[in-house]
């Protein structure tokens, strides 16, 4: 199994993340939730603001995956013509990661973020938990570490656990910089 978290890693960037966000991928998941009768893991784009490494999440859609060989692909056809789309509407907002629902990271997340990689550079990771029975919200976010292995830069492999939002957006409407 490989390594998914980076054991002793603190954060290095400071996150807003909008109520927005949450909105949408919860809507994400009830509506394939609804529609196939199952708990399915979603995936879409974060998209934002960054300057230097502050990062703002202010808005999500989703985007098109389908399974081969047991592993999600991103359908980047998709994903650069919502991009076009988006630009359109919210010329001052960039591609800033992805998102996708479930427990902890775990290997098969690997495999979509090393997709993402080859869009952007070191994208932002947010997971949402919709099945957990906890009070506080089930949200993480990480960032991409860029590790070296035996003299070889890797990054998308691994991931420093950035935060967990619980206790920071407590009020519907406001959110927090972490």
């Known amino acids: 199994v490989s390594q998914v978290m980076a054991g002793g890693v603190t954060g290095s960037v400071s996150v807003a993340l909008h109520p927005l966000v949450i909105l949408n991928i919860s809507d994400h998941w009830i509506r394939l939730r609804s529609q196939e009768g199952r708990n399915g893991q979603v995936i879409g784009a974060l998209i934002g603001r ?15 995956a389908h399974g081969q060989g047991g592993h999600l ?19 001052d907002l960039e591609f800033l990661g992805w998102y996708t629902t479930g427990g902890p990271p775990e290997p098969a997340d690997i495999h979509v973020h090393k997709q ?16 957990t029975k906890h009070t506080d919200l089930p949200v993480s976010v990480f960032e991409s570490v860029i590790d070296i292995i035996n003299g070889e830069v890797r990054t998308g ?7 967990i939002f619980g206790e920071i957006l407590g009020i519907l409407g406001e959110f927090g910089t972490f």
Do not use: A, H
């Not at 960054?50 to 098109?64: A, D, K, P, T």
């Not at 919502?82 to 630009?87: A, S």
């Not at 993402?116 to 099945?131: D, G, H, R, T």
């Open 116 to 131: 993402v990689c080859e869009i952007i550079e070191s994208p932002l990771f947010l997971k949402l938990n919709p099945m």
């Open 50 to 64: 960054q300057e230097g490494r502050n990062i703002e999440v202010m808005n999500s859609f989703e985007l098109l």
């Open 157 to 163: 492999e691994i991931w420093g656990i950035w935060g």
């Open 73 to 91: 692909l991103i359908d980047k056809e998709y994903y650069y013509t919502k991009e076009e789309q988006f630009k359109q509407v919210f010329k």
